[in-house]
Structures are given as C-alpha cells and as structure tokens.
C-alpha cells in the first residue's frame, strides 16, 4: 500500500489529505485544512511548521506531493506563497521524508482531464474518483488532487515534473548540437 501525503501550500489556509492506493484502490484516509489566520506572516508560519510537524509525525505518509510554483497575481503574493511553500518544504525535510512537486496545470491534467480545470471541476473529479460522499472544501480537494496526481504519475512511472522533462529534453538537443 501507498499511501501520499498531498499538500497545498497557502500563508492562509493550507489543504492536506492523506491519499491511499492498495492495488487499484484509491481513498482518502483523512484530509483537513490548517487555519493559520491573520496575524504577522512569521506567526502564521511558526504555526504553520508546528501543524505540519505534528501532522507528518501522527500520519507516517510514505511521500509528501506539494503544488510547485506557479506565477501569481502579484510579486508579493508569489513571495508570501514562496514563504508557505518553504515552511511545507522544511517540514518535509526534517521528517526524513522525499517531497515531489507538480505544477498546478499538470495536477489539474491527472485528475480532471484538462490542465485548465476549475477549482469546482477538480473538486467534482476528486470526490468522483475518491468516492467521496461530500465534496470537499477546494483547499483539501488540490491536496487530494496532488495526491491522486502522484499515484497516477508513479502508476505510470512518467517523470515527476513537466519543467525537468523539459530541461532533460534541452539539455539532450544541446549534447545533440555540439556534435
């Protein structure tokens, strides 16, 4: 059995779900969201790290799936989410445990099809392919979607991320166009 632990990084609200595949068999053991308020950023990640420690120590996942990057609507905003995602990834880390990043286009691709999905199409397919009696809140949903998409990409052993395909693919025509 496999079980993945996704996660959505957010300096708000960040979603986890904890995804298990035995076999063909897939489910959500358990999911949640991780308050973290208003107050000073460094308080929200202080408590963010805390959260996360506690979670990777109670659930025992066999991997973490994190969203990478992506551009946001603002510098600041991509630098605040940046923070989130370095707190996730420290967590991560200090747990012993590997960290395997998908960009959000190719999340939304795995689970619903079309790396344009809306958040309410990726929560549909979550619930569908999870058998899910409520739909889930649309944080803990990208962590179930980030879990699903680890499973179908290891299933499929294809490469973890589009961006190292890529650079693995120009790296190989420049080896090709110095001969």
Known sequence: MTRVLGIDPGSHVTGWALVAEEG???RCERSG?????EGELAQRLTKLHSELRALLSELSPDCVAVESAFHARSAKSALVLGHARGVVML???Q????????????????VAGNGSATKDQVQFMVRR???LRA??????????????CHLHRSRL??????SRRAAAEAALWRAKARR
């Open 135 to 148: 739909a889930p809140g649309a944080d803990a949903a990208d962590a179930m979607a980030l879990g699903l």
């Open 129 to 131: 392919l999870l058998a």
């Open 24 to 26: 063909s068999a897939r």
């Open 91 to 93: 967590a991560v880390g």
């Open 33 to 37: 969201e991780i308050r973290l308020g």
């Open 157 to 162: 052993h294809l490469p973890k991320s589009r």
């Open 95 to 110: 747990a012993g445990l590997p960290a395997l990043e998908y960009a959000p286009r190719e999340v939304k691709m795995a």
